[in-house]
């Protein structure tokens, strides 16, 4: 009858923003995440220039190569070693928090490497170390799968289980939309910021370059060296302060570390105290005799920091044994991992081939011989490139923070992302033809908003959905970790191979004039997604195994 009193009061209670648990962690690992949209988008705004400094005789089609292999170098070095910072952080000796803690250094480290590089192998080389150093998605993802669902109470195990898995379900449609929604802002902020602090003695000459308030009789010396690095230096910044943030702010999740001291959180709190000067709390004794005492609020009792000393006194009684590697293999994890690798193709590839299609020239009327057969491109300025960059994220944002999470609520991970995912394909279809638009502005906008508003309500739906079918194919809590790592090393394949195969398919479409075949052939790809997606099931994060091994 308990149990079904708390079923009853969790299912009724609405879930919104506020009220997530442990919001101050959540915030931490939000921090954590948008550094990296923030540092990869940037690039965009000036890597073709930054590569043409370095040699200016090299042709416009070999730029383009260079900044595809540079790409390709940051996700081709996640993909071999992603699995192995998964495996790290569910190790006892490493943990999660160190293991994000090293993959931020190291971004911070490849960034103000590549800003500060010379030459082109220079800049592959920072790249590819940014991509060996950098685990940070699937911890993340796995931190923040624990922290919405953390235990906090000491309740039966079997009632406990229960609880457990309503509140996961309950906080996951919002708690995993932090991850795509930092790529959003980070495909607003990011180019605009890159545009601004590319080349300042260009962009600012009255306050860096010669005869300036800063630059003196010369200008700025090391910004005419180094052009491109105050961007790198400012991403840098940020990256460095959410380390900080997390070295003093946030809590081992991993069970076999967690009740540890942490002395960064030690020195966090303390900090936080000193600054806050919270007021004491008086407290009264409990009497243990009334039952009404006994019994404990599992769903009002989400307290957002908790103490080394407190955690000491939660530890609990037995831990499962961690799922041997062979074992993680099942049917419904392949099967998951598979349609995670399909969707980072097609969604990549179109990332990287919307932006050679709206800068390249509109071909001569002459080529357009038919509905199939036709070439070219938007003919965009680059400031128009970036506008409509921004529109992604524009159009995203207020879709993951507004409409999402009712409509998960209402119909469930499966049903949105089966639902939503052919968005894509009539995406992919109809962009192609926006070169046959005729070239007015007040034509080309809208048709343009519409293909990419198809595009983005697709991704806003099936980027958290594939987030959460992967988390909850995991056959144990206790490969968690190891599971979020080798979706991110899936992930940095599909995120390789789909630019690089789909723009040389762009490239002999161009030539051959057929431009539109690599669309529609990613069209077909993206609904072999979702045909895929009717062999997954949802899992429930191995909640059930982990009760048959304590037992």
């Known amino acids: 009858m308990r149990q079904d009193v708390d079923e009853r009061a969790l299912k009724e209670q609405p879930v919104t923003w506020r009220s997530l648990p442990r919001k101050s962690q959540l915030t931490v690992l939000t921090l954590a995440r948008l550094s990296e949209p923030l540092t990869q988008t940037s690039l965009s705004a000036y890597l073709f220039y930054q590569l043409k400094s370095f040699n200016p005789s090299l042709s416009d089609a070999t730029i383009s190569s260079q900044a595809g292999l540079l790409q390709a170098s940051f996700t081709a070095a996640q993909f071999f070693t992603a699995v192995l910072w998964g495996r790290a952080a569910d190790s006892a000796k490493v943990g999660r928090k160190r293991v994000l803690l090293i993959g931020l250094f190291g971004t911070c480290f490849s960034a103000l490497g590549f800003g500060f590089s010379k030459s082109f192998i220079q800049a592959a080389i920072f790249r590819t170390l940014g991509g060996a150093l950098n685990g940070n998605v699937g911890v993340l993802r796995t931190m923040i799968a624990e922290i919405v669902k953390e235990k906090k109470s000491v309740v039966p195990r079997n009632m406990l289980d229960q609880v457990w898995t309503l509140i996961s379900n309950r906080y996951q449609s919002r708690a995993f939309l932090l991850l795509p929604m930092c790529f959003n802002i980070g495909v607003i902020i990011g180019p ?63 069970e076999s570390r967690k009740y540890k001291t942490d002395y960064g959180r030690v020195i966090g709190q303390a900090l936080a105290k000193t600054i806050l000067r919270r007021p004491r709390h008086d407290y009264v004794h409990l009497n243990t005799e009334d039952p009404s005492n006994t019994a404990i609020d599992l769903v009002t009792q989400t307290s957002d920091t908790e103490t080394p000393t407190t955690a000491a006194f939660r530890r609990p009684q037995s831990q499962p044994k961690k799922l041997p590697f062979r074992q993680i293999w099942t049917a419904n994890v392949l099967l998951t991992l598979l349609v995670h690798f399909l969707l980072a193709f097609h969604i990549s590839a179109f990332n990287s081939l919307i932006f050679i299609l709206l800068p390249a020239q509109r071909a001569p009327s002459s080529l357009q011989r038919s509905l199939l057969h036709f070439t070219g491109g938007l003919g965009l300025p680059s400031s128009k490139v970036g506008l409509a960059t921004a529109i992604i994220g524009v159009i995203g944002f207020p879709l993951q923070i507004l409409l999402y999470p009712r409509l998960h609520t209402r119909w469930g991970t499966l049903k949105c992302y089966r639902l939503f995912l052919p968005f894509s394909s009539i995406a992919y279809t109809l962009i192609p033809f926006l070169v046959l638009v005729p070239a007015k502005p007040w034509v080309v906008w809208p048709a343009l908003v519409f293909v990419l508003g198809l595009q983005t309500l697709s991704r806003t739906f099936a980027l958290p959905g594939a987030i959460i079918l992967i988390n909850n194919s995991s056959p144990s809590p206790t490969v968690l970790g190891t599971i ?68």
């Not at 306050?207 to 790198?232: D, I, R």
């Not at 051959?512 to 899992?539: D, H, Q, R």
Request: charged share 10%; proline share 5%; hydrophobic share 45%.
């Open 192 to 254: 605009i910021l890159g545009g601004i602090l590319a080349d300042p003695i260009r962009s600012f000459p009255k306050t860096f370059g010669p005869h300036s308030l800063l630059g003196g009789n010369a200008g700025v010396s090391w910004m005419q060296t180094w052009p491109y690095a105050l961007p790198n230096i400012v991403s840098a910044c940020f990256i460095i302060t959410s380390a900080f943030g997390v070295i003093l702010g946030l809590d081992e999740t991993l």
């Open 484 to 551: 979020h790592g080798v979706a991110q090393s899936v992930s940095s394949a599909g995120r390789t191979l789909g630019p690089m195969l789909c723009g040389w398919g762009l490239g002999l479409g161009m030539k051959g004039n057929t431009m539109g075949a690599v669309w529609w052939a990613m069209a077909g790809w993206a609904m072999l997604g979702w045909g895929l997606s009717f062999t997954v099931k949802e899992g429930n994060g191995g909640v059930e195994e982990d009760e048959k091994i304590l037992k």
